[in-house]
């Protein structure tokens, strides 16, 4: 598929603040937990979307979840990788991400974990971001 696994950070990052790599080389995505009401969602806003509080701390999410939904698309900007594998993943503590996918043989159900992964390339180099792939047994 389109997403080429990533080791080391590349030149453009997409994700920002989103995406945590740790020293151990696992990647955690960084949402948002509401300190009123316990809503937890990704990416991370200044206002919950169930109570309207402001008291949104940042927390890191879980790094497995189930695959809802996927398409793979063939026609995008010249910059992407193509074909490209994009997806919602439903996480256990109730956010669903969107995101892209690696790997060719998915399925919906399936477990995928997040990753880092190089998604195409621009006039700054690279372009990584979080991916979600097929989890290790």
Not at 41 to 68: D, K, W
Not at 77 to 82: G, I
Request: aromatic letters at 6%.
């Amino acid at each position: 598929m389109a997403v080429e696994e990533s080791e080391t950070l590349a030149h453009t990052r997409l994700c920002g603040d989103a995406a945590e790599l740790r020293a151990d080389g696992r990647v955690f995505l960084i949402g948002g937990l509401c300190k009123d009401c316990g809503n937890q969602t990704f990416p991370r806003s200044p206002v919950c979307c169930v109570c309207m509080s402001e008291a949104i701390q940042p927390e890191a999410m879980p790094r497995t979840g189930t695959l809802y939904a996927f398409s793979t698309v063939h026609v995008a900007a010249k910059k992407w990788n193509k074909p490209m594998r994009i997806g919602y993943v439903d996480l256990p503590n109730g956010a669903r991400v969107f995101t892209h996918l690696q790997g060719e043989s998915l399925a919906i159900g399936d477990v995928v974990e997040v990753g880092m992964g190089v998604v195409g390339e621009d006039e700054n180099g690279l372009i990584e971001t979080f991916v979600f792939r097929r989890a290790k047994p």
